[in-house]
């Protein structure tokens, strides 16, 4: 009687469990916030520090993969916003990230070390950023 008893106990404990005929099927909701930030027009996440490049076609974090470049007049109490550089597989171009979420633009190689595009020139060589024809950024090379 008792093992009978204890397999009836036993089943009624298992059944009680398995309630997931209950359970909602889908609790996710499509409506809700994005986990991680918006995404832009090119599905990067900004959240990620993930900007659109033109010469990689992709979303890339210009900090891990681009070459720094600092401002070279810094005020006493100014922060330190750097611009940042990628180049292309062949080095034929540059694409130039500008502090401050300002566009960034293409500049092609015009001789053996000098990037230009309209006001911009960056001397490969010299790793400086020239706009204007005035050095603005320079590049930490040793």
């Excluded at 070459?67 to 611009?83: C, T, W």
């Excluded at 990628?86 to 300002?102: C, V």
């Excluded at 911009?120 to 020239?130: A, G, M, P, R, T």
Aim: hydrophobic share 30%; charged share 25%.
């Amino acid at each position: 009687m008792k093992r009978f008893t204890l397999s009836i106990f036993c089943a009624a404990t298992i059944l009680a469990c398995n309630k997931s005929a209950d359970a909602p099927q889908d609790s996710h909701n499509d409506n809700g916030p994005i986990l991680g930030g918006k995404k832009d027009n090119h599905g990067c996440l900004s959240s990620a520090g993930q900007s659109w490049s033109e010469l990689k076609q992709d979303c890339i974090q210009v900090f891990n993969q681009g070459f720094r470049l600092n401002p070279i007049e810094i005020g006493k109490d100014q922060e330190v916003i750097s611009a940042f550089i990628i180049y292309n597989d062949d080095h034929s171009k540059i694409e130039l990230f500008l502090p401050n979420g300002s566009d960034q633009m293409i500049l092609k190689k015009v001789d053996k070390n000098t990037y230009g595009y309209s006001n911009y020139k960056y001397d490969s060589n010299k790793s400086i950023l020239y706009i204007n024809g005035a050095e603005k950024y320079k590049g930490n090379i040793e």
